[in-house]
């Protein structure tokens, strides 16, 4: 069974970076198409970007186009979500699992954006 543990959220101000990290235990990792959600305060959970198991294919929410790059890194069993000119509305905590939601979700790491 795969663990999931997200990590790099906090406090920025709006128009702001931060990098997220996801972390995998498990050998099935790296075959996995991956992704991260969010859930906004008061909002159902969202999906905001995906990636295949090569990095060949990446796909983005509209709300994450052009502001976010998702990648990961096999070797080490981790996965990135670099956000860039953080809005607002990107407050949420953020999850990572796979594109099916196949694994127990993490802790998620907390976005907050400040005005």
């Known amino acids: 069974q795969v663990q999931l543990v997200e990590s790099g959220g906090g406090l920025v101000q709006a128009g702001g970076s931060l990098r997220l990290s996801c972390a995998a235990s498990?050998?099935?990792?790296?075959?996995?198409?991956m992704a991260w959600y969010r859930q906004p305060p008061g909002k159902q959970r969202e999906w905001v970007a995906s990636i295949t198991s090569g990095s060949a294919i990446r796909r983005y929410a509209d709300s994450a186009k052009g502001r976010f790059t998702i990648s990961r890194d096999n070797a080490k069993n981790t996965m990135y979500l670099q956000m860039n000119n953080l809005k607002l509305e990107d407050t949420a905590i953020y999850y990572c699992n796979s594109d099916a939601m196949s694994y127990s979700w993490g802790q998620g790491t907390q976005v907050t954006v400040s005005s």
């Open positions: 498990g050998s099935r990792f790296s075959i996995n198409v």
